[in-house]
């Protein structure tokens, strides 16, 4: 939908490896940006959680600042449990910001005052639907009135 170019290895690669390889071919084709995907992780899976902290360590071999940021995309739906994930993934990976989807269901994504009070990482955008065009930066003030009702 984007039209941008994927970098992908087979299934059981190393993902790592595969990171590696997207920041490779960043570089050789001038690409300003690369998102890299580790969708999928769960905090409670020691084995993925070891695959997602190897990425870092394996980049910084090409550019010793990379990541240059790390964001977090939290389910609107998962209530409480968003907060261990927050505290988890950050000990294993420093985030550098958070994002809140599914803010167009029933959830309203509560959790979000929760989390901004205990960490000090900013929510820098909510998804409320599927669209390219559903992902909004957060703004606190909108999102404080959506959540009480008042918008």
């Known amino acids: 939908k984007v039209d941008v170019q994927i970098t992908k290895s087979s299934q059981g690669s190393d993902p790592a490896s595969v990171a590696y390889k997207a920041i490779e071919e960043a570089l050789n084709n001038n690409f300003d940006q690369v ?25 910084k071999k090409i550019d010793e600042d990379c990541p240059h940021s790390v ?18 993934f950050n ?8 994002i809140m989807t599914k803010l167009d269901g ?32 957060f703004d606190p003030q909108n999102y404080s009135k959506a959540l009480l009702g008042l918008i």
């Not at 769960?42 to 870092?56: A, G």
């Not at 000990?91 to 958070?98: I, M, N, P, Q, Y």
């Not at 959830?107 to 909004?136: H, M, N, R």
Request: with cysteine; hydrophobic share 45%; aromatic share 2%.
């Open 91 to 98: 000990k294993s990976c420093g985030l550098t910001g958070l």
């Open 71 to 88: 964001l977090l995309v939290l389910d609107a739906s998962t209530g409480q449990n968003a907060i261990n994930q927050v505290e988890l």
């Open 35 to 59: 998102l890299i995907d580790t969708a999928g992780r769960l905090q409670n899976k020691i084995d993925l959680m070891s695959q997602l902290e190897k990425i870092p360590r394996v980049l």
């Open 106 to 137: 029933s959830a309203k994504g509560g959790v979000l005052v929760s989390i901004a009070d205990k960490f000090d990482i900013p929510f820098i955008a909510i998804g409320v639907g599927e669209g390219i065009e559903d992902l909004q930066d």
